[in-house]
């Protein structure tokens, strides 16, 4: 270590150094008062009273030097400037001290007054010379400054005496100087080394505290004993005391005591947690034990082996994570709209049931359907629907009671189990009772709402049901009840499971055969009412069921509307219609009708390019037909894509006119060619002027706007009679002209004039006449 100068210590080892200094004054002025007696006995011993002079100077000193040191050393330095100044004033003192005993032994070897004052003017320097390093290794300058004043005298002391010997010894004290230096300075890098690693420790101590005291958990640390060596300000706080201190030396068992003191925890919570740390400390490995307060708070502990037998045991207020898996426990298991049990959880609560108690019971559940919710969505906003479900479930938790578990199961679906039923007679009742209380009026933000439902449900025994089953058969029977007509209720009959079954069935076989393409078109004739021939004729599609048969159209198009399927289906009898279109002569055209589910997406327009163009079809002898249905889905791009299929030159026909809502607009606003009035205006107009005289009316609301008109469900010749004298319209369709024919067929019969034109004429000469 670099001893030359001070200035390069750092503050923190160079302010301690000066320290060191004024410490031990007591011991400083003995030694001065023994050097006082010393110098007074040579004094004695040779009666020169020059040494008097020393023994008074010492005197005064060593009560001087005491009373400094003791008061400095009571306020120690606190900075360098501080540390600097008092070293400077302790190597004046020290230096003064220094020089009047090098000045005696100079003149006590020098004068060599006696043998006693010759050894005292040796013994004096070199016993304060051995205590140099000892007490002054703060300051390298006070060291080098005593061994000057103090040493150099007694050598010169020596040497002047003249002889060899004296020489000689004079000269041979000067290494020892050179010893006490080396030495000084060794202890000082010591010391300097000492203070450093005790700095750094202290820094690390205070890091640590630091640490520990700011750390969001209660930490303890248990010695070998189990009781506490180490606390953090945070368990303090947790355990209501005023410090960590006050933690410090208690145990397991009074630490949690003081729990108990304070209200925190029951007695019984004490024993259970006490035993479980306890164990875990013992055992050597690491565990959780989370405690609920009586103030609400929860604490999770955890215990930690240590080193050298030493336990660790944290603790934290985890408070606020609990609060947030609860409520996330909550979402997953509540609805967060109406507050009610959840699907999942419903079905978890409800296996529990399923599995427990007296098996030979009997159990219920019931699935209501809110009826035409989707109007009230649609129309007053989703607000309104959200205020709907929520009044429906407060009805039904009042209606139930704690007889059920009421279930919002999804949408405007509500699900209620009852764990316990005396049989289907006695629950007819109770579902009778819940329909008749559940339905009404609910006033939500002004609005009177009515409540409608539908409803399914299932007694069975406990010990055959599952959830999923029970659900299952109460689906059936809610799909049953909507059948019946909607605001109504059906208990599960087994036939409704193999209906189900039979349905399942035959959706899986209508997709395999659209997949497979195995279904075929049939063509119902068109016939022009002037000309009596065909015109065109209308694609139909028809599916043979392998086992079954041919199955109705009105069972398996509705089926393919539910499963997705139907704009496929529009696809196949598209394509299948103009490949045949355009073997029949000119002009005969190709009517296909397209769903509601075709004209809600751009594809339509797609396909029916891709058919022609596949065909080769001329545009003008494909008629698109169009539904009020798919009008009232979307009119704006309804609208649309019926503008774009007419610029590639495609005829359209709005279908079963009149029996819509807004036939009228359409007329006007949709750029159509031809309409077709509904079988249902054909029924009786035979029989009533009023029916003949509306579709009299509906065919001339047509002729001005440059439409085509066709009356469908044409079945016998007086309708045929009435339509060709009264009412006129350009075309006929119905089963009087037969049934749909093949692809054949209507070759056949293109240029057929149909047998009626002959009874025809021969009527309308009579009623001329």
């Known amino acids: 270590m670099n001893s030359s100068a001070n200035r390069d210590l750092p503050d923190e080892i160079y302010i301690p150094f000066v320290n060191t200094l004024f410490r031990d004054g007591k011991t400083l002025a003995i030694g001065i008062l023994a050097q006082s007696v010393l110098i007074g006995l040579v004094w004695h011993n040779t009666g020169n009273p020059i040494y008097l002079i020393f023994v008074a100077f010492l005197l005064v000193l060593a009560p001087a030097r005491f009373l400094c040191m003791r008061q400095i050393n009571r306020r120690p330095s606190v900075s360098h400037k501080q540390a600097r100044a008092r070293e400077n004033f302790y190597i004046i003192q020290s230096a003064l001290h220094g020089g009047a005993l090098g000045l005696f032994s100079l003149i006590a070897l020098y004068r060599a007054d006696s043998t006693f004052a010759e050894l005292a003017g040796i013994a004096i320097p070199l016993a304060t010379a051995t205590a140099i390093a000892g007490r002054n290794y703060g300051s390298m300058r006070m060291v080098a400054i005593l061994i000057v004043v103090i040493t150099f005298p007694m050598a010169i002391g020596v040497i002047l005496r003249g002889d060899f010997h004296s020489v000689a010894l004079g000269v041979l004290t000067l290494p020892y100087l050179f010893a006490i230096r080396s030495y000084a300075n060794n202890v000082r890098a010591v010391l300097f080394k000492a203070i450093s690693a005790e ?36 368990a303090a706080r947790m355990l209501a005391l005023s410090s960590p201190d006050r933690i410090l030396g208690r145990s397991i068992h009074a630490l949690l005591t003081r729990g108990v003191a304070a209200g925190l925890l029951s007695l019984r919570d004490r024993r259970c947690l006490e035993t479980q740390l306890t164990r875990a400390l013992r055992d050597g ?45 909550s979402m997953a298991r509540f609805d967060n709209l109406t507050g009610l049990v959840n699907r999942a959880y419903f079905n978890e609560l409800v296996s529990g049931q399923l599995a427990g108690g007296d098996r030979a019971r009997k159990c219920a559940l019931v699935m209501l359907d809110l009826d035409d919710f989707k109007s009230v969505n649609d129309s007053l906003g989703h607000p309104m629907g959200d205020g709907m479900l929520y009044a429906v479930a407060e009805r039904l938790e009042n209606i139930v009671g704690d007889t059920a578990q009421v279930c919002r199961f999804g949408g405007d679906e509500f699900v209620l189990y009852f764990d316990r ?92 055969a659209i997949e ?52 496929e289906i529009s696809a196949f009898v598209l394509d299948t219609a103009c490949q045949e279109c355009v073997r029949w002569p000119a002009p005969i055209t190709v009517s296909v009708n397209l769903s509601a589910v075709d004209f809600r997406n751009r594809s339509v327009v797609t396909a029916v390019k891709g058919a022609l163009t596949r065909a080769k079809l001329a545009p003008e002898r494909l008629e698109i037909e169009v539904t009020e249905t798919a009008l009232l889905d979307d009119k704006a791009m309804t609208q649309q894509f019926i503008e774009e299929l007419k610029v590639i030159g495609v005829r359209i026909a709005l279908d079963d006119f009149g029996t819509g809502y807004s036939s009228l607009s359409y007329l006007h606003k949709l750029p159509l060619d031809k309409i077709k009035i509904d ?32 009356v469908e469900g044409v079945e016998t010749f007086d309708q045929l009679q009435t339509l060709a004298l009264s009412v006129q319209p350009d075309l006929l369709q119905g089963f009087l002209f037969g049934s749909a024919l093949t692809p054949s067929g209507i070759a056949t019969m293109s240029g057929t004039v149909w047998p009626f034109a002959e009874r025809l004429r021969k009527s309308a000469l009579a009623n001329a006449i």
């Open 199 to 234: 700095n750094r420790s202290q820094k690390i101590a205070a890091q640590f505290d630091r640490a520990l005291n700011t750390m969001p958990h209660g930490l303890v640390m248990l010695g070998p004993d189990t009781r506490v060596v180490v606390g953090n300000a945070e």
């Open 285 to 329: 490995g690491d565990g959780k034990v989370l405690l609920g307060l009586s103030n609400g708070r929860y604490l999770e502990f955890s215990t930690r082996e240590g080193s050298d037998q030493l336990g660790v045991i944290t603790f934290e207020d985890v408070t606020a994570r609990i609060e947030v898996e609860e409520k996330v426990r």
């Open 421 to 512: 039923v005396e049989s289907e007679q006695d629950f007819d009742l109770v579902l009778e009772d819940l329909f008749t209380r559940l339905q009404g009026s609910v006033d939500i933000s002004g609005h009177m709402l009515h409540i409608q439902a539908s409803g399914g449900a299932v007694v069975a025994p406990v010990a055959d049901s599952g959830v999923d089953a029970l659900i299952v058969r109460a689906d059936l029977a809610l799909y049953k009840a909507k059948e019946l007509g909607k605001k109504t209720w059906c208990l599960f009959k087994p036939a409704m499971d193999a209906a189900f079954r039979d349905r399942q069935q035959l959706k899986a076989d209508l997709r395999a």
């Open 516 to 567: 497979a393409r195995a279904m075929r078109v049939v063509y119902q004739p068109i016939v022009s009412m002037k000309t009596m021939r065909i015109s065109g004729c209308e694609a139909l599609c028809r599916w043979d069921h392998p086992e079954m048969g041919p199955i109705s159209p009105a069972v398996f198009i509705p089926l393919a509307e539910e499963m997705g399927l139907i704009s």
């Open 679 to 710: 079988r249902s205006f054909l029924a009786d107009v035979t029989q009533s002027k009023r029916s003949l005289d509306l579709l009299v009316g509906m065919v001339n609301l047509s002729r001005p706007l440059g439409l085509a008109v066709t």
